[in-house]
């Protein structure tokens, strides 16, 4: 099993930029690829950016390609969401999530999930 807990989240302004980072215990975590999530009141949880086990590929949402990055650090068994030019849009809670293959965009393909952390985009 793996345990994953995200963290900073927060309050900023339209326009400003933001770090999420994915913090990962359990199994090894090089063996997964890692999702980024997030779900807006009232709306479905939405794919925001994926990345393989190695980083060698890496998807992301067309709502957010070119203003986010997504990045890991298997060493460290952290992987890192920076955000930019973020958009009052962006509101939402931001859940990581691990598979074993692949990146994927259903969140149904992904196994173990963390608890989230807010981010809120004032305009």
């Known amino acids: 099993q793996v345990q994953l807990v995200e963290s900073g989240g927060g309050l900023v302004q339209a326009g400003g930029s933001m770090r999420l980072a994915c913090a990962a215990s359990?199994?090894?975590?090089?063996?997964?690829?890692v999702g980024w999530f997030r779900q807006a009141p009232g709306k479905e949880r939405e794919f925001v950016s994926a990345?393989?086990?190695?980083?060698?590929?890496?998807s992301y949402a067309d709502s957010v390609k070119g203003r986010f990055t997504i990045s890991r650090n298997n060493a460290k068994n952290t992987v890192d969401l920076q955000m930019n030019s973020l958009k009052p849009e962006d509101t939402a809670v931001y859940s990581c999530?691990?598979?074993?293959?692949?990146?994927?965009?259903?969140?149904?393909?992904?196994?173990?999930w963390g608890q989230g952390t807010q981010v809120t985009v004032s305009s």
């Open positions: 359990g199994r090894t975590f090089s063996n997964y690829a």
């Open positions: 990345i393989s086990w190695n980083a060698g590929s890496t």
């Open positions: 999530a691990v598979r074993t293959f692949g990146v994927a965009t259903m969140p149904a393909q992904y196994t173990y």
